[in-house]
């Protein structure tokens, strides 16, 4: 599998894991803890290929949204295992964090647009390609 292609996977699983985190959140707490720890796992996966991205990006909007994000994100992780640990009483942000973190990914995601079509392209051209 390409980089390319493997950017694409992963960014889709990402996105999976976010719906599903909060679609098990009334299912019970070991489903959602484990899907949310799978969703960090893929976050730290995402943030570690794009790092350069997140650091300088070409416009001031990027840096904004990505930084949004990542602050919203690591926020409701750290609540989220507080409340995973040390119970319910100690972490009564997780909830409204989590719906901010993800309300925020939608401006992110705006943001990245372009670069998310070009390599959405390529990979279908790569794939015309190699089926002729």
């Known amino acids: 599998m390409s980089e390319r ?3 694409v996977v992963a960014d889709i699983a990402l996105v999976a894991a ?11 707490a070991l489903l ?15 943030v570690k290929h794009n790092w350069a991205a997140y650091r300088r990006p070409s416009r001031r909007s990027k840096w904004a949204a990505n ?4 602050l919203l994100m690591v926020a409701t992780i750290v609540t989220g295992l507080t409340l995973w640990i040390a119970g319910g009483d100690y972490a009564l942000a997780h909830g409204p964090l989590s719906v ?19 390599l959405l392209r390529r990979l279908s051209r790569a794939r015309s390609a190699s089926v002729e």
């Open 32 to 46: 959602h803890s484990l899907v949310s720890l799978v969703f960090t796992g893929l976050l730290f996966h995402h």
């Open 67 to 70: 930084h949004t994000v990542a």
């Open 100 to 118: 901010a973190a993800a309300i925020a990914v939608v401006p992110h995601l705006w943001v990245h647009r372009r670069a998310a079509m070009r």
């Open 5 to 7: 292609s493997e950017r």
């Open 18 to 28: 976010l719906v599903l985190s909060f679609v098990t959140h009334e299912s019970g």
